[in-house]
């Protein structure tokens, strides 16, 4: 798994964007005494349920893996150029 650039701020990204599409499609409520991994798990699986990102394989179905899947297809959603892509 190698790194994207600005990782962490494309998994925030993904993460703020995942809240809101849960929402919205009235799947979670997302409390402040949520985790951040709880957030990531709950996305990650919303997503692949969704058909919107293919599933990880069976032995990385870990959180850091979550957290690169989530980046990846954060920074697929960007527009060519964004910053966060840099």
Request: aromatic share 6%; no cysteine; hydrophobic share 40%.
């Amino acid at each position: 798994m190698s790194k994207l650039k600005n990782e962490p701020e494309l998994l925030k990204e993904a993460l703020r964007i995942g809240m809101i599409y849960a929402e919205k499609r009235g799947a979670a409520k997302f409390e402040a005494s949520d985790s951040a991994n709880e957030k990531v798990e709950y996305i990650y699986k919303l997503l692949v349920h969704d058909k919107l990102i293919q599933p990880l394989a069976k032995e990385q179905h870990d959180i850091p893996h979550m957290k690169h899947k989530l980046a990846l297809w954060m920074a697929r959603q960007l527009p060519e150029g964004h910053t966060l892509l840099g």
